[in-house]
């Protein structure tokens, strides 16, 4: 039986190319050879490989040579061996013999199995290999051309004689298949199985071949593709080749090409930094930074935390500088590219004008034919590129693996925050927790147990058909026991089946299994050294640390905070039972209705105490941490919820003038204020922020304003629930808000839930309260006034001096409200950046330095949409936020930078 190498012929009519230049006689066509009068020098096909490492030339060449030699003597045709006849044959049994229901222990069974798979398999590529070289028959003789490739490969330049050839390599192709086909026949015969008929044996096994060799069929089609543009390039050169050209035309189209080629080059250069990038193995002059600030400088002298802390400062800065640097490259490159544009529109202009105004020709329908042939050379120009780039990401990824010096380099690409002296992850384990927070495994559940995945299967069934049907019973009065609806969920039901127990394919497979292991080790780190994985606040990246460390920071923030009071006994019982007491009295009383009292009423059976957990805040001094309460399954959660869903709306509709929404909205209210002519080439920025503001409110003070609030807005009802009531709601989601943190249960006696749904509107009614007296100085003055939550921005005509006295003031309004502010011509706010540069308001993108370019990495396992929607609202923003093309142009390539550090 042959062995299975590689199936390279297509490759080579494709890609084996080369400079040449024109010669009319160099084979013998239906056009003749007095037709033929374009230059010579005239250059047709280029060959983009040259600035390439020169191992991928002798690869290619070494490729182009053995592929001529197969196409030579098809005897030796040999395809590759796939890798799930290598690597996953145990995984294989198991899948057959699921799908059979037949056990496969037997060794000469199993043996039998191999040799028939691999002759299936053979059989698969030679029937696709067959289709496709039968397609450029059919497509060679409906146009009465080959490609050039093809004649190469034939050695020959007679349209006859390259078909015989081509026709011979098919029936070659043929031939070899029977002898596949008589082999299979002949080991029907030994067939050791008695019990199952052997067709349907090789029925599942075709399938899995055809799913393990999806990739050549759209190989080929990618192939056939190439083949049609080859003859269509071809087409079009002897359509040009029959004009008279003079030898002013032919020298426009040689410069045309020359600055074509020459653009390719440096595209081809841009493109290999954008694959090392990828690859994060960035050229040697990017490393000289890492090198002048050696660790071996300070690690001598300091230690542990200090150590620490000094030895991420420097991989922040190197990492900084690193993307300063790509982002001025790609910006010389887009420069030198557009320059080339610049020349070449410059000489289609002039050779277009000149055919235009000679009268002895149709310069119209030449022209026509000009552009259509530089934009076909255009094309397989930067096609020769990209397949070259294919070979050089190899290549990269090999020198990366055995170079020593990178596993060492601070790359570009977002990373985890070490809070270690030493990392304890090997290589492969840290690429994993590189991917970040938003990464998911791949088909998770395919590595499941067969009763986890109908588990699995049964509780999504139920899950969308219930909502499906409530739906249509509800808005379009379906019976409940439709034939359509039991039609639907069968198909549902059918369609799981087939997702979950589609077999993967062994590429799939050997991902998936690397995956869960990655994940399986990293966990059992992370036990072993006492190590906690946490997501950083404002980062977008892990933190990795010690957990007694850890621990600290959380003991440090109980004591400064003063927020919450350990309690020795377990509180849950009496807050279940105050809260449905509570429902129950005020619906006795007619207090509320009896849908809200449904609404709000917590479910007995999974409620549970909430739970507090902490983000390290990593951009500031020593790592303080941030304080975020699970409440999902708390006894308070959906009278939280209520809340916010009847007395927000009333806050966003009664605030809409000081409230700020987003950083577009900011400008737009600013372009109002400048429209008043009040924005001068002094006026000020300020922006302040109120400090722990969730954690710092006074519990009996922020309900007293809630009702004045509504009290001041001519509420006496909210949704038919009158204000005391409302009151002594929103009294037990605050004050018997009780978690568990570790070992310990603790009462929050100051502030509201990081996490809970109506703190946030409470915090917010209670800034109403606190701004009006800066809200009423700026509407005396014509001055913008606008908070988002905690975060407040308004601009100032007078001096800095009297501002600062203003503020500081604000500072002594309230014991537990204190602000931190910033007066500046230039200041951002929330993601923008606004300055006045003389009078003239300027605005771009702002990134906080903290934060990690960091978005959903390309491989993980989520919806193709959400890629789209990624880079669509990234440039959204950056078109409404960039005051100039430039400022746009320079947030594009971030943009584009973020999405290359991330795969």
């Known amino acids: 039986m042959q062995k299975i190498q590689s199936n390279k012929q297509t490759t080579d009519i494709n890609n084996s190319s080369k400079p040449t230049t024109i010669n009319p006689n160099k084979r013998k066509r239906d056009v003749s050879s007095q037709d033929l009068k374009l230059n010579s020098t005239l250059v047709r096909s280029t060959n983009t490989s040259q600035p390439l490492s020169k191992k991928i030339k002798e690869k290619n060449k070494t490729t182009t040579n053995s592929s001529m030699q197969n196409d030579n003597n098809t005897n030796k045709r040999k395809y590759r061996r796939p890798m799930y006849l290598k690597r996953l044959l145990p995984r294989f049994f198991k899948r057959i013999s699921k799908i059979l229901n037949y056990s496969l222990k037997d060794k000469v069974t199993r043996d039998f199995l191999i040799a028939r798979l691999e002759l299936l398999d053979e059989q698969y590529c030679l029937t696709v290999d067959q289709q496709l070289w039968q397609s450029y028959v059919n497509i060679g003789i409906e146009h009465q051309i080959w490609p050039n490739q093809l004649y190469n490969m034939a050695k020959t330049t007679d349209f006859e004689l390259c078909q015989q050839y081509v026709i011979k390599y098919i029936k070659d192709i043929e031939h070899e298949h029977n002898l596949c086909q008589m082999k299979l026949r002949e080991q029907s015969q030994l067939c050791s199985i008695t019990t199952l008929p052997l067709d349907r044996i090789d029925s599942h096994m075709k ?122 490259a790609f910006y010389a490159y887009e420069v030198k590219l557009q320059e080339y544009d610049h020349q070449y529109q410059s000489i289609w202009f002039e050779l277009k004008s000149r055919l235009f105004n000679d009268t002895t020709v149709n310069g119209n329908v030449i022209f026509n034919h000009f552009n259509e042939y530089m934009t076909s050379q255009t094309n397989k120009l930067k096609s020769d590129i990209r397949h070259n780039l294919t070979s050089y990401r190899h290549i990269l990824l090999e020198n990366r693996q055995r170079s020593v010096s990178s596993k060492n380099t601070i790359r570009v690409s977002p990373e985890p925050y070490l809070d270690l002296l030493e990392n304890p992850f090997n290589e492969p384990e840290w690429n994993y927790l590189c991917l970040g927070p938003s990464f998911i495994r791949l088909n998770q559940s395919a590595i499941r147990t067969v009763d986890q995945q109908k588990s699995e299967i049964k509780n999504e069934h139920k899950d969308i058909t219930k909502k499906v049907e409530s739906h249509l019973i509800k808005h379009y009065h379906i019976p409940w026991k439709s034939r359509a609806l039991t039609d639907y969920s069968n198909e549902v039901f059918d369609h799981f089946n087939q997702c979950y127990f589609t077999p993967l394919s062994c590429k799939e497979q050997i991902e998936v299994l690397e995956q869960a292991q990655k994940t399986t080790s990293i966990r059992q780190k992370i036990k072993k050294y006492d190590l906690i994985l946490r997501l950083t606040d404002k980062s977008n990246n892990f933190y990795i640390g010690s957990a007694s460390e850890f621990e600290k920071k959380a003991e440090k923030f109980f004591q400064e905070t003063n927020a919450f009071m350990e309690i020795s006994i377990n509180p849950f019982n009496q807050i279940q039972d105050q809260v449905i007491q509570l429902l129950n009295r005020l619906r006795s009383k007619r207090l509320i209705l009896q849908r809200q009292y449904n609404e709000m009423m917590p479910d007995r059976k999974n409620s549970e105490l909430a739970h507090l957990y902490f983000n390290p805040k990593t951009h500031k001094d020593e790592i303080p941490v941030r304080p975020i309460e699970s409440t999902i399954h708390s006894s308070t959660r959906n009278i939280s919820q209520f809340l916010d869903k009847i007395i927000r709306p009333i806050f966003d509709d009664k605030c809409a003038s000081t409230t700020i929404i987003d950083g577009t909205s900011l400008i737009k209210e600013l372009l109002k204020y400048i429209k008043k002519g009040l924005f001068k080439s002094t006026t000020l920025f300020c922006t302040f922020d109120i400090r722990n503001l969730y954690t710092m409110l006074p519990q009996d003070e922020a309900l007293d304003i809630v009702v004045e609030f509504l009290r001041f807005h001519d509420y006496t009802k909210v949704k038919g629930i009158d204000l005391e009531t409302i009151r002594e709601l929103a009294a037990i989601v605050l ?22 749904s109506f703190t946030l509107t409470l915090a917010n009614i209670f800034m109403w309260k606190w701004q009006k007296e800066l809200v009423r100085r700026q509407d005396m003055t014509g001055e913008f006034y606008g908070r988002y939550i905690d975060d407040i921005f308004m601009t100032w005509n007078k001096s800095e001096k009297a501002l600062q006295d203003l503020l500081d003031h604000a500072n002594t309004w309230h014991s537990n409200i204190k602000l931190e502010y910033k007066i500046s011509k230039s200041l951002p706010f929330l993601d923008v950046v606004l300055t006045n540069t003389n009078g003239i308001l300027s605005t771009s993108v702002y990134h906080k330095p903290a934060a990690e370019p960091y978005v959903v990495p390309f491989n993980s396992d989520h919806p193709r949409h959400v890629f789209v929607n990624i880079i669509q609202t990234s440039l959204a923003r950056a078109a409404r936020y960039s005051s100039t093309f430039q400022t746009f142009n320079t947030e594009r390539r971030y943009i584009q930078l973020s999405l290359l550090y991330n795969g």
């Open 735 to 756: 004050k018997e808000n009780v978690f568990v943190y570790g070992n310990k249960i603790y009462r929050q006696v100051l502030g509201g839930a990081m996490g809970s």
């Open 207 to 328: 399938k899995i071949v055809q799913n393990e060799r999806h990739y050549l069929s759209l190989r080929n089609n990618e192939q056939l593709s190439k083949f049609k543009d080859d003859l269509h390039e071809q087409q079009l050169f002897e359509t040009i080749s029959q004009y008279r050209l003079t030898f002013d035309q032919n020298e426009y189209l040689n410069q045309l090409m020359s600055i074509r080629n020459e653009q390719g080059k440096i595209w081809e250069e841009y493109l290999v930094l954008h694959m090392r990038i990828l690859c994060n193995f960035l050229p040697l002059k990017f490393n000289e930074l890492e090198n002048f600030t050696s660790p071996t400088i300070y690690t001598p002298k300091i230690q542990n935390k200090l150590a620490i802390q000094v030895n991420n400062d420097r991989i922040k800065i190197i990492k900084e500088t690193k993307r300063i640097w790509l982002n001025i």
